[in-house]
């Protein structure tokens, strides 16, 4: 689960990591009201208007802008307040901002330079342990880093049986060239942070950028996290943070319905039992010479709901040329998948493009003698072959 960057920062406020003083409105007049009250606690006459959405790239899209004024907080929190924000990874659509973030500048008064790192926490799957990857190049891309200069990307394992010690924390700030008071401060960074990433589930912390300020303070300027939904169940505060605003309709009516569903930019709609036969079919039809238009996995109990209701979801999309529907039974026995799917025809109504149904496994023979017995619009195949065949002819 994404969640917003002021969510994000108070999750590393509760672990004692450092971030700016911040505020999250919904209207100008609250940011007003919002950097008044920062002023009186930080003295800062300087603040950070941040629109909120789930993506990066927001100061590159007129997402982020600085107010020396309040006059100016006023005029920035109206521009950015229902806007939408395109960036490169909202794509062309781009995101209706809702709210903005007021946070207190980092820059004291009459400062001209600060240093910036880039640092993150996740799972190394290869070796199964976490890793801090970290960089004294913060502020910028992490992947055009990695291009241009990788030597310049530094990681760090941490054994999740035994957590991060003291000596990698320093290993940290040593290389990121850092000393004195601001050596130590990063290395309570660091060991902050890592306990913050292991203690609410999360599957990704990315701090971009760490600010050292000029009186060696350490503090998250930014923080994207990913909370692992598999352990939501544990946080119900975190399980709260959830803006629906922020996700695929699509995805999430799929939910609904048990459904694992991922919109894509294609053709051809697929639905399928299993998340590896899933990625099969859509190397199927990509060499069939379509292109998939969802990710759509039924799992094992597919029926004549979740089938209807996966028929709904994928007919949406006004790219959709033709649906296949592949199923292996196995937990799910093919002739109940089939009847499923006639069920769900005739309860949509008139299905204006082609529908392949591929079966396999148990009762596949009797389930492709339903499909062929219907008098629908149905094309079965047994075969993946055939399948690709169908699909090439139609699409």
């Not at 992947?143 to 941490?158: R, S, W």
């Not at 300020?213 to 996290?225: L, Y």
């Not at 060499?287 to 039924?298: E, K, R, S, T």
């Not at 039974?329 to 299905?351: F, N, T």
């Amino acid at each position: 689960m994404n969640i917003h960057e002021y969510q994000a920062k108070s999750i590393l406020k509760q672990f004692g990591v450092a971030v700016p003083e911040g505020i999250v409105v919904d209207n100008p007049e609250a940011a007003v009201s919002a950097a008044k009250n920062i002023k009186e606690k930080t003295g800062m006459e300087t603040w950070a208007v941040k629109a909120q959405i789930h993506a990066g790239g927001r100061g590159k899209g007129g997402g982020v802008k600085i107010a020396k004024s309040i006059e100016e907080v006023r005029k920035y929190a109206a521009d950015i307040i229902g806007m939408n924000l395109v960036t490169h990874q909202t794509g062309p659509e781009g995101k209706k901002v809702n709210k903005v973030l007021i946070e207190q500048s980092i820059f004291y008064p009459g400062e001209s330079k600060i240093q910036e790192f880039y640092m993150s926490v996740l799972l190394n799957r290869a070796s199964g342990k976490n890793i801090i990857m970290y960089s004294t190049e913060g502020g910028m891309d992490i992947e055009t880093v990695a291009e241009k200069t990788p030597h310049l990307i530094f990681k760090e394992e941490i054994d999740p049986k035994v957590g991060i010690q003291a000596f990698q924390a320093r290993k940290i700030a040593f290389n990121l060239g850092l000393s004195g008071d601001a050596y130590k401060e990063m290395i309570r960074f660091v060991i902050a942070l890592y306990n913050a990433y292991e203690k609410s589930d999360a599957s990704l912390f990315e701090i971009n950028p760490v600010f050292k300020t000029s009186d060696n303070k350490i503090m998250a300027a930014d923080a994207k996290v990913n909370l692992d939904d598999n352990a939501l169940f544990r946080h119900p505060d975190y399980a709260a943070m959830r803006d629906v605003t922020e996700e695929n309709s699509d995805e999430l009516e799929a939910g609904k319905y048990n459904l694992n569903f991922i919109k894509l930019d294609g053709n051809v709609g697929c639905m399928v039992n299993g998340a590896g036969l899933a990625m099969a079919t859509m190397d199927i039809i990509k060499l069939a010479g379509g292109d998939p238009a969802n990710f759509l996995d039924v799992g094992g109990s597919a029926n004549a709901q979740t089938v209807e209701a996966g028929f709904r979801i994928i007919l949406k999309d006004p790219n959709v040329k033709a649906i296949l529907i592949n199923i292996f039974g196995g937990i799910v026995r093919c002739d109940r998948v089939a009847q499923g799917v006639v069920d769900a025809y005739k309860a949509i109504g008139s299905i204006q493009i082609p529908v392949i149904v591929r079966l396999q496994g148990t009762n596949a023979a009797e389930g492709k003698m339903l499909i062929d017995k219907s008098g629908l619009k149905v094309y079965s195949a047994i075969t993946l072959q055939e399948a690709a065949d169908l699909v090439k002819e139609l699409v």
